[in-house]
């Protein structure tokens, strides 16, 4: 019977199922990745016997702060240790990996934040180490510590026994007090970098037998935002419903995750560039009929956003940065070239705004996300249905955009003159007294600091007539121009250019800003 009974219990054991974040943490300080500037502190401080009394380890989540805090008691308490890590073999090893060594506490600081525990953990400190050569208290999240407990703690923490190690570890350590922070040896851990993480993650579809591609690591490593914890954990998720032979794809993985195919943002874009209203709101209709969270696929426009600003920053690193950070087609990777070259950086920098503002509205309110979306999306398409100024920027930056690109130089090829038609007998004679403004180059001469009128004045035409300057240009140009500040710096350009002081009349006229620089330049020559 007893026979039977250890039998079911071993057959019991090898059932139970392991997350893969636990079967893969890192048992030595080589086998940390990412921290090489942290490791090879530690490990010359334990070879040495250099070890402080207090350690701070500082970092974002899954970096390696809980495990190389377990790595270090055990190096400090190892009977065997090798070059400064652990032996993993000895009893104090294999006592402190399976969580029975008494001489190493683990505390959770969220759910023992009261003064009475500090104080309780300072009643044990006096006593030595039962079997271990080093009592080692451990304190996750110490930041979650009242401050009577910290307080309470801070005696102890700067002269504690030799026999006693403590290793705080901490995600916010803007939470901490600085006299805490003076008294510990401190460790900043950093995002571990993608590359390393994709590096790590094969390293475990290899021993583990699963199928992947290398889009789909990579698409797992970038997710897990620095944290090789999240990485395993996804990598664990996403491979738990595959076959015994199958082979995970980057689709598989975005459709797993809920993640939107960087070919559907793209396209969205493409339609946004081109204004069609139709088109974008078929995109958001296939994406909402596809389950996908509105919420999460506008984090996703709103990165794509930043990614684009980006790379147009760098236009030298931009076919290597766009590589890292997109997955996508063939066809889609030319429509992406052609969004760089669609937006300004005003225009990019607008998108960002409207799309943060909607998303935390869209979180605040209960109101139908796929009808917030279109109205979001409709607003991108056309900017004069904003008055935002960072919208108005946006729009003069892609005015002056279309009359850099569309002006033909005059040196090359002839003007061409297109015949006006004819206007009433007194309008004619009205238009035969006015001339054209000689001064006019001066006058953007003169607006150069001010670089928005400057901009605007660039896309309107200058005429005299008698004791007045008549400025003709589009109805959004000069409805911004025509207010009082705008036209005193207007007036004052005039008279600083010609020495004369002019009456500054608008009228309306089409068509102005595509063929302005040419006037400029017949003016100059």
Partial sequence: MAILCISFYKRRR????????????????????????????????????????????????????????????????????????PCNDCYCCRSIDNATATDVLEIDAASNNRVADVRELIDEVVYPPSILKKRVYIIDEVHMLSDSAFNALLKTLEEPPEYVLFILATTELNQLPPTIISRCMRFDFKRIEPEILTGLLREITNKENIGINDDALQLISRLADGSARDAISLLDACSSGRGENDTLTLEQIQSQL???????????????????????????????????????????????????LIAKSLPSERER?????????????????????AFTTEMLLYYSSVLEESLNSMGRFTVNKKTFFELTVIKLCDLSLSENPKALLARISELEKKLTEGSPSPRKTEPKITPLPNPPLIKE???????????????????????????LVRMTRMYEKDDSVI???????????????????????????????????????????EDNTLLIDEITV
């Fill in 14 to 85: 090898k059932a139970v199922y392991q997350a893969l974040y636990r079967k893969w943490r890192s048992r030595t300080f080589d086998e940390i990745v990412g921290q090489n500037n942290i490791t090879s502190v530690l490990k010359k401080q334990t070879a040495e016997d250099r070890v402080s009394h207090a350690y701070l380890f500082c970092g974002t989540r899954g970096t390696g702060k809980t495990s190389s805090a377990k790595i270090l008691a055990k190096a400090v308490n190892c009977e065997k240790p090798s070059n400064g890590n």
């Fill in 258 to 308: 809920g993640i939107t195919n960087n070919d559907t943002i793209i396209s969205l874009f493409g339609a946004i560039a081109d204004k069609n209203v139709p088109q974008a709101l078929l995109l958001i209709g296939q994406v909402h009929k596809s389950s996908k969270d509105l919420s999460v696929f506008m984090v996703d426009l709103i990165a794509f956003v930043r990614d684009l």
């Fill in 321 to 341: 940065y766009l590589h890292e950070r997109f997955f996508f087609s063939a066809s889609a990777a030319g429509m992406l070239n052609g969004l760089l070259e």
């Fill in 429 to 455: 004679k009205k238009e035969a007294e006015e001339r054209q403004l000689a001064a006019f180059p001066e006058i953007l001469e003169e607006l150069k600091p001010q670089a928005d009128i400057y901009s």
């Fill in 471 to 513: 400025v003709y240009g589009d109805k959004f140009v000069l409805s911004i121009l025509n207010q009082n500040n705008n036209i005193k710096m207007l007036e004052s350009a005039v008279k600083s250019a010609t020495g004369k002081a002019y009456t500054i009349t608008f009228k309306e006229k089409s068509g102005i800003c």
